[in-house]
């Protein structure tokens, strides 16, 4: 497991998630902060209006709104979200997410988990 972030003697810092990452007009960005064998968490900014076409995944991931809005589209069913919502992306599920104002979201995605049976 590897996790951005800045450390001083060794130990992790306290940051401010909102204030990791930046908007850049006309752009969506990215930063993973941590990233393993089962998973990874992904800070994104969006500028307005920009968006993820729909696409599908084989993770389940939890988007958890920071700033902003937007609206996210699961099987074809759309969800406007503000600061502080959640919501579950099922894996192989066709979802698409665009930003009603500048938006910054959290990403957490999880491997599946495999059939024991």
């Given amino acids: 497991m590897t996790m951005e972030s800045t450390q001083t003697n060794g130990s992790p810092s306290v940051e401010q998630l909102s204030e990791m990452i930046e908007y850049q007009s006309g752009a969506i960005v990215s930063r993973t902060l ?25 993770n389940e991931a939890l988007l958890i709104v920071i700033d902003g809005e937007t609206l996210v589209s699961i099987r074809s069913v759309t969800h406007h979200l503000h600061v502080g919502d959640v919501i579950t992306l099922p894996a192989n599920q066709p979802h698409a997410v665009k930003a009603e104002t500048q938006f910054k979201m959290l990403l957490v995605m999880m491997e599946p988990e495999e059939d024991a049976s």
Avoid: I, R, V, Y
């Fill in 34 to 58: 941590l990233k393993a064998a089962n998973g990874s968490t992904t800070l994104f900014a969006f500028d307005a209006g920009q968006d993820l076409s729909e696409h599908t995944t084989p």
